[in-house]
């Protein structure tokens, strides 16, 4: 069982307002992950990170920032949000051997 | 280039019969992870498999296993006794140690289990 959660797991929001997802795992795993779907589409990597105060782009350019600042957490931030990212934002964590995906939360930008 | 190649974008099989998902990577760190993840209509990714590219044996776990050839660089989930909760989507995807173990995923594979 994996112990990683996403909040919200839906969101609509207005244009241009500043939006925060937020990605937590009590698995103590290193590696943390943030993907952009959209539905029945490939999975693109936005954001990673290997350690704490460590972040890396994905192969997917994107307009939103990331943290890590503990262990447990790395939220991913967009300033001001647009149609455009409107879709379904994955986070996961990795050790070794696994690697375990969130929930996801859908994002609608109106 | 490509890094992870999955050339089928959609799958039928008979249920209770087996299926074969091909996955082909590309990589020249010779420390590296191969995945297979199940994510239903619902959204949900779930883990079903993982390869290490040391690992001598092929993995199985349950009803999956994975045909790892590593000259070939494939890494094809065999999924036997196909049944009906098994449609969905599957994703293979990469983990490599020289890439700040970066994980990255192939376009998918849709499986439709046919009653």
């Known amino acids: 069982e994996a112990d990683i959660y996403q909040t919200p797991r839906y969101l609509v929001i207005g244009t241009g307002k500043k939006i925060t997802l937020e990605c937590s795992q009590t698995?103590?795993?290193?590696?943390m992950y943030w993907y952009q779907q959209d539905p029945g589409m490939e999975l693109h990597l936005i954001h990673y990170?290997?350690?704490?105060?460590?972040?890396e782009k994905g192969d997917l350019s994107s307009e939103s920032t990331v943290s890590r600042i503990r262990t447990e957490h790395f939220p991913l931030t967009l300033e001001s949000a647009r149609p455009s990212h409107t879709s379904q934002y994955l986070c996961?964590?990795?050790?070794?051997?696994?690697?375990?995906f969130g929930q996801g939360t859908r994002l609608t930008v109106v | 280039a490509q890094k992870i190649t999955q050339t089928q974008p959609g799958m039928f099989v008979q249920e209770k019969e087996a299926v074969t998902l091909d996955c082909t990577y590309d990589?020249?760190?010779?420390?590296?992870?191969l995945f297979w993840y199940k994510q239903p209509s619902s959204g949900e990714m779930i883990f079903l498999i993982y390869?290490?590219?040391?690992?001598?044996q092929n993995a199985t776990e349950g009803r999956y296993s994975l045909n790892f050839q590593k000259a070939r660089k494939s890494a094809n989930l065999v999924i036997s006794a196909s049944q009906l909760g098994d449609s969905a989507m599957y994703f293979c995807?990469?983990?490599?140690?020289?890439?700040?173990?970066?994980?990255?995923f192939g376009s998918g594979t849709r499986l439709l289990v046919r009653p």
């Open positions: 996961a964590t990795g050790q070794n051997t696994e690697a375990f």
């Open positions: 995807a990469m983990r490599e140690r020289d890439s700040s173990y970066k994980l990255i």
């Open positions: 990170s290997y350690g704490v105060n460590s972040t």
């Open positions: 698995m103590g795993h290193d590696k």
């Open positions: 390869q290490g590219s040391y690992d001598q």
């Open positions: 990589t020249s760190d010779p420390s590296y992870g």
